[in-house]
């Protein structure tokens, strides 16, 4: 029945093209590095605009704090990296934070970073997005006057790509990252020698702007809540960082060498590109404000609600290149690329997750098994409704949309810092070798520390942004915490109850007999080949049950039974009302009464059709009466299968769905198997 | 499956109670005419009023032909009746006009009648409840200020009670339908009275409009033709006759007699109050115009289109009993009530004859199951959608309605007389005795004539209304001939492909052995039932098969086979994508390569849940698995269900289900069972 509520989708999306088996070609650290780190390199596409925007409520005087909160961040990202690397020496099998903090910290922890982290999915989705339409809006103003039908529209389309199965490769990754990083280092580089060497005055579209401070004088208390704020907001550009932590299989050996050694280099890109860009919007003049239309003021008047504020990397690059220039535009379109990819990963991370937690048995079962489409359909197609109506309801707008984002990236750095301390801990109570010592005590300083910084960076985001959206975020990470718990509950209520005991019980003790039962209605092929079938199992008793709902049929069919000398006994059970079903359970029952220790096997004649509309012309009453079958014990139900010419079709398609590809192969890599105690290596 | 497409319509309508089965009790005469004529009864509501808004086209002046019309209407009454009267008679078993035509004319006109009534089924609900609406509006402005809303809530309403299953008791039919005629007569009685004994003059509330006629000084053909369509919305009156040719097998013995004579009063009752309402109508002045807004004029000036026109049974009322007065209140209500009875025996009358159509295999073969909930609810929901979707394109108004009404019960009362005619002179080929040859000619020639006027008011309606709304009527009759045509023929196909050869076949000589295997997975109880139930049934082969997806898990399960000694050989295939599907299907195909005359039996253990959401959570991997080794041939699949503790719920709810009794039962009478070959008594 999945086939009813998969026709609109298979409509819609077509169906998957055949294509070959990914993942098991690994990725060297040339693809690794923009395959893992879009989502964390273009969030340097928004950090900057975020912090000058928080400042600017002070009035543009505090701009000078941004070099402060520039460095702050670089110290953070750079906690982070330190502290990823050993994670990825620690846990090479691409858990990540939710298998770190399981491990260390107990299976509470561990889901509270899962719920983190699917929160932090799908705001990648809906920040990531917005924030690319912003930056392609720079480029192409009706994106901009458009701004929630085109994140929207843009959301659609990677869903829809993502539901097809679009062969993934790392030179889709490549390209656009490499042209991005590139051009944003042209860029810092361009400026710089014009700044520097040729003296050039560069001015931002809005270096004319003034700010009017929503908040004049800030000072103590007030001052410092402020820069928390814009520091909570720059953090931003750490978003992403942990990505490879959970893709250490993907990579070519030594794994977690060159893991590693790519979040370093990521790190450093991140780092040299965020402090280059601020660095040159305070050169350019950059005006940011959080509500432009009142407080940005041009010669003294507000610009109005009208007035679209650019991020400060469009203005940048329009101050250094020049407005309409080549540079400037190929820079905005690989901006809203790469961010539009860093989307992208969200859709492989999130089934991916998924499929580990469903190993753990917090999600169903089935999203555990690699390509299973219906499930990472639903898990894709729940994804991409929730972002959307994040970006729907935050009209676009990615400020206020960052505010939510943090929190969950926070939550998991600081739990999986936490349980890595707790990890060098207990390795350290066993190891003798004072070498590995001497590098344990030195990882788990690291650690520590990191577990310090993120911890006090989650308090100071929580305490600066929870009114501002942060609770959002936080609800939704309790609501998969809940509903995650309460499956798992379920589970293992579930397999208490079918345990099974160690000395044999009733379940094991064999039954006495079988009593065999046909369901005849006509003598057809589908009829006579179950009736073959059932004859070859040798049961204890064989009879063939026919429900009388026309006379005249049931005279033909005993007609027909004689006339072929079919020797199995055929009984006819009478039905005023024409029901198939209750006449059918009536008898199973009155057999088991009868003899309580016969099981009772049930063959069913069925067609298996080719289209979903000719399934509603078949087996409805088979599948009533299976389903009523069911609920009655000590019974077995036996579908034999008779393939219509029309199945073929079927056949095909099912064909075609098995061998479908999931996207997110390429950073999945090819080992498919969690061990379940950590390796230890570091 | 089905369930989870059940849940909203569960949360919506409750569950059904349990009811006692009906029909167990036949209809005496005195309920069987409210039960069956209700729809007949109400059209008089409406009827009299299309006739003067027609003729007020040529100005009021026409309305002095409205006698002349009533006649003809009558007389077309009188002929319907006494030609369902041979009807009843030699059709008893209540296939109505679809079992007459098929029988007599061919399955072609047989699927034309049911399409008629089909579509005639939707436009019952449709202008019975717009006319219902427009009566209570009279006496409640609210509701005609408000008439699609109004009219669908009503729709919704009897929706969700028919969905519920409302036990149906006569009496439910009888008060309303009884208050409504005795309401009617007595207001024919006291206006006669106070017109012709006391010479009161009684003034409708339109009595003082002025007419401006559309179309002045018509006549020849022009005149003739507003005349027949004048005569074609008088026809509205008969729609409902065939009911009782439908529900003979409910009524009493001798179950023709009665119909006949039910039909016989039911056509006395229509006729004179038909009358009744156009003389008193004609008397107090009622004025009523196709547009009323633009062509009644009070003093000289259109009344506008804020105008409402009041049906011609509540202004008749009003001028007899006084506006507000008691008795008026009583029969606006009365007349509402019966108009919403009569959408309600098309609630009852469409499934009914959806389980006549699936026994000739036009529909689903599951609506033919009495009592099958799911098949009613579904023929339910499409009912009140089509009328809805009427009601709202329409406005809600029902002259407009009326348009499409009639085409469908005149195609079907002109191929259901041609078929009598055609009956007749069958059986008097055959017939020697003098004595009931001359009955059937008599009822032949009545027959004849029946066919005869019926197939020309079929013309005049198809003439005076195409344009006016009857193709829609026409072109719903054909999509659904369509859709029946479509599934017979598949139905065709299919019994052709499966039909057993005379010789035996290679689907009748005996395969050579069984192999059976039992799908493992964990050593619980399921997995131990499910090895018990496969040993007692002697197969050739026995094997246990687990996918390993898991090598700590398959370790575990293959250590717990030894220590419980199980006697049965484990055979494990890897599954390097954690897939469980393929290599199961990989490996029966591969037996079956081996050994193509083998059977492969496959046992799978299941769950039993309660609740849809668990059902999400368990034997996903199995449905799919048994999916696709459906298209595998020479497999068996068999479920060995282990019922959970939870499963306790779903095996109430669906005891319950089964036990829900479908509403229409009182009017489809106990005997079920339709002859192959029509009685032949007159």
Redesign the interface.
Known sequence: ??K?TDVPKRILIGRALRSD?LGETLLPKRIALPVFASDALSSVAYAPGEVLLVLSVAGVSAYHFSPWIALAVVVVMFTVVASYRQNVHAYPSGGGDYEVATTNLGPKSGLTVASALLVDYVLTVAVSITSGIENLGSAIPFVVEHKVPCAVAVILLLTLMNLRGVKESGSLFAIPTYVFVVGVFIMIAWGAYRALVLGDTMRAPTADFHIKAEQEGLAGFALVFLLLRAFSSGCAALTGVEAVSNGVPAFRKPKSKNAATTLTMMGALAITMLVGIIALALVTDVRMAENPGQDLLKGGVPVGPGYVQDPVITQVAEAVFGNGSFLFIVLAAATALVLFLAANTAYNGFPVLGSILA?DRYL???L????DR??FSNGIVLLAGAAALLVVIYGADSTRLIQLYIVGVFVSFTLSQTGMVRHWNRHLRTEKDVDKRRHMIRSRAINAFGAFLTGLVLVVVLVTKFTHGAWVALLGMCIFFATMTA?RK??DR??E????DETP?D?????S??HSIVLVSK???????AL??A?????DRLEALSIS????ETKALKDDWERRGIDIPLKILDS???????PVIDYVKSLRRESPRD?V?V?IP???VGHWY?H???N??A??L??????T?G???????????S?EA??KR?RKR?EWNAPGAVRRGPV??RP?EPSGKS
Chains 1, 2 share one sequence.
């Open positions: 029945m999945s009813l088996r190993q169903p079962r089935q555990h098994t690699r390509g219906l499930a499956i379920h589970y579930v397999a109850e079918i345990a099974a019980s379940e094991t003790i064999r039954p007999r079988v003598l057809h092929r589908p009829t006579l080949r073959a079938y004859k070859l199992i040798r049961s709902v026309d006379p005249a005023p009302y024409r029901e198939v079903t209750r099981v096997s063959y069925e067609y298996v000719e509603l012309l078949h409805q009453s599948l009533r299976k389903g009523r079958l069911l609920f014990p019974v077995m139900v036996t579908s034999v299968p008779y393939q219509l010419e199945s079927a056949k099912a098995a498919e198997r379940k």
